[in-house]
């Protein structure tokens, strides 16, 4: 026991002390490094510099985030998560152009930035962001009109005379292809995602079409987002060949129920098709107009419906045109019990009767079964769409039934 006591933490390695210092936040790090000359040296090492979170430290001003430019962070990160003043009373410029021109010098792995309530107004434009960030990530942030606008550089006189030999074509078209995927000027983001910003607007989402690494793409609470400007942008047959969001493969349209906004049903823009666009993921009220276009996207592969109360007839009538969907996934759905209305007269009459025979013809089940769907439509749902997209998958997540107190 006498042994024991006399022990302390500079017995440890450093290897040992760099984990436990990694489950420490960047503001106990920092103190951490106050303690002694050997944990001041083991704090700057760049393994507790990997992903770094200051969005639960709530006094950071851009003074702190220069102190830890020039003193901790370095070639090891990999993910930067920010909290901005703009909700703050002292307010102030945040995010600075020298700021960020520094932090591309001395974090050249940073792949993934998250900012929240951020006020990106005093900056021209996103090109003045890290290059190598494969990830972008806006809640609750202040974008100026055209900020994800991308001015390509223009080419000197000697680039824009045309070789004379097929030596020097061969030579100009390697440093094309060398300045292509690394140019320092082009905007490399893969995945942006976009979570109550009200000051994205279609002008904003124009500008996408410029980047030519986006893949991945999530508009939530987007409240201005029209759907003439989501059909502007969307990937189709041009003169050139394909035009808007070419490379786009995932596209996320949610609007969560906000007061006090103009509802403008941006995924009826899906009505003109998509090409290449393989995932597509609804939430709240955005969910009803893109279930009736979505038949128009030929290539989708994957189907998310989220937050929303939707019924069997309705999903029925929706998926019957998708029968190349491969998933299709209910996450925190309510479901409408099943009801059997009378058919009313009229032109929609016979399709309706045509959906309830599909459903009924799906069910094939004894009164059993027809009266446990009654109450839990789940069951029944599984049963038609098993007709409806024999190859799909069903995924169904914290999903409810919805009781009918009348």
Same mark, same amino acid.
């Given at each position: ?19 436990? @210092? ?33 969005? *639960? ?5 851009? =003074? ?8 901790? #962070? ?11 003043? /703009? ?28 900012? #929240? ?15 190598? #960030? ?19 550089? *223009? ?92 490379? /786009? ?18 995924? #009826? ?7 290449? /666009?393989?995932? @597509? ?29 939707? *019924? ?43 959906? =309830? ?50």
């Amino acid at each position: 026991m006498e042994e024991f006591r006399g022990c302390n933490l500079d017995y440890f390695p450093e290897n040992i002390l760099i984990d436990v @210092l990694s489950y420490l936040n960047v503001r106990e790090v920092v103190k951490a490094g106050r303690v002694c000359k050997r944990w001041k040296r083991l704090v700057k090492d760049q393994r507790l510099w990997r992903n770094v979170d200051l969005t *639960s430290w709530k006094g950071v001003t851009s =003074r702190i985030l220069w102190v830890l430019l020039r003193q901790y #962070l370095g070639c090891g990160l990999r993910c930067l998560r920010l909290r901005g003043l /703009l909700l703050s009373a002292r307010g102030g410029t945040f995010l600075s152009e020298s700021w960020l021109k520094v932090l591309s010098t001395k974090c050249p792995r940073l792949s993934k930035l998250y900012l #929240l309530h951020a006020d990106l107004r005093s900056l021209p434009s996103c090109q003045i962001l890290p290059p190598s #960030l494969q990830v972008l990530e806006l809640r609750g942030c202040e974008l100026p009109r055209g900020f994800f606008n991308q001015t390509l550089p *223009s080419a000197s006189p000697q680039e824009r005379a045309e070789p004379t030999s097929s030596v020097g074509a061969q030579l100009k078209g390697r440093n094309q292809k060398g300045k292509g995927a690394g140019s320092p000027s082009g905007i490399g983001i893969e995945r942006l995602v976009l979570n109550n910003v009200p000051s994205f607007t279609d002008q904003h989402l124009q500008g996408l079409t410029s980047w030519e690494r986006l893949c991945h793409l999530e508009l939530r609470d987007t409240f201005r987002v029209t759907a003439n400007g989501l059909r502007s942008c969307a990937a189709k047959d041009g003169v050139c060949g394909v035009e808007g969001l070419s490379r /786009l493969k995932f596209l996320e349209i949610g609007i969560t129920g906000r007061q006090g906004y103009q509802l403008h049903m941006a995924s #009826l823009g899906l009505g003109a098709g998509w090409l290449g /666009l393989e995932e @597509l993921s609804l939430g709240g009220k955005e969910v009803g107009p893109g279930l009736l276009c979505a038949s128009r996207l030929k290539d989708l592969k994957r189907l998310r419906l989220w937050d929303c109360t939707l *019924s069997e007839l309705q999903i029925a009538r929706s998926c019957r045109m998708l029968r190349g969907l491969r998933q299709l996934e209910f996450v925190d759905v309510r479901f409408q019990p099943r009801q059997n209305p009378p058919a009313e007269e009229g032109e929609g009459g016979e399709e309706e009767e045509q959906d =309830r025979e599909e459903a009924a013809g799906a069910d094939g089940s004894s009164d059993e079964n027809k009266m446990a769907d009654m109450n839990d439509p789940i069951p029944g749902l599984r049963r038609t769409l098993a007709v409806l997209l024999p190859s799909c998958t069903l995924v169904f997540t914290n999903c409810s039934v919805q009781n009918n107190e009348d």
